[in-house]
Nanobody, 115 residues
Framework: QVQLVESGGGLVQAGGSLELSCAASSILSINVMGWYRQAPGKQRELVATITRGGSTNYEDSVKGRFTISRDIAKNTVSLQMDSLKPEDTGVYYC??????????WGQGTQVTVSS
C-alpha cells in the first residue's frame, strides 16, 4: 500500500506563486507521479504528470506557468505554480501509478487564488 502525503497549498492573490509537495511512502516502484485538481462543481482534472524517466505532461491551461519535478531517490514530486489565476482554485490531489498499474491518491490540499 502506498501512502501519499501532501504539503503546501493555501491562499494567494492572483499573480502569486505556491509550491505543492508530495511524498510517497512505500517500497513499491512508482512509475508516474503527478497532480490532479478539482474545482467546486467540476470533475477532477489532470494538472501535470511526470514519469520515472522524467517525461512530463501538462494540462494546456497551466503550460508555461506550472512546473512539475520529481526526486526519484526520495519518492517525492513537487509542483511549482506561478502566475496563479482565480480559475486555478480547487483541491489539488497528489497521484501515483505503480508499474503494476495501481493508482494511489493523496488526501488533497486546498489552493485558493483570490482576484
Amino acid at each position: 500500500q502506498v501512502q501519499l502525503v501532501e504539503s503546501g497549498g493555501g491562499l494567494v492573490q492572483a499573480g502569486g506563486s505556491l509550491e505543492l509537495s508530495c511524498a510517497a511512502s512505500s517500497i513499491l516502484s512508482i512509475n508516474v507521479m503527478g497532480w490532479y485538481r478539482q474545482a467546486p462543481g467540476k470533475q477532477r482534472e489532470l494538472v501535470a504528470t511526470i514519469t520515472r524517466g522524467g517525461s512530463t505532461n501538462y494540462e494546456d491551461s497551466v503550460k508555461g506557468r506550472f512546473t512539475i519535478s520529481r526526486d526519484i531517490a526520495k519518492n517525492t514530486v513537487s509542483l511549482q505554480m506561478d502566475s496563479l489565476k482565480p480559475e486555478d482554485t480547487g483541491v489539488y490531489y497528489c497521484y501515483a501509478r505503480s508499474y503494476t498499474m495501481v493508482d494511489y491518491w493523496g488526501q488533497g490540499t486546498q489552493v485558493t487564488v483570490s482576484s
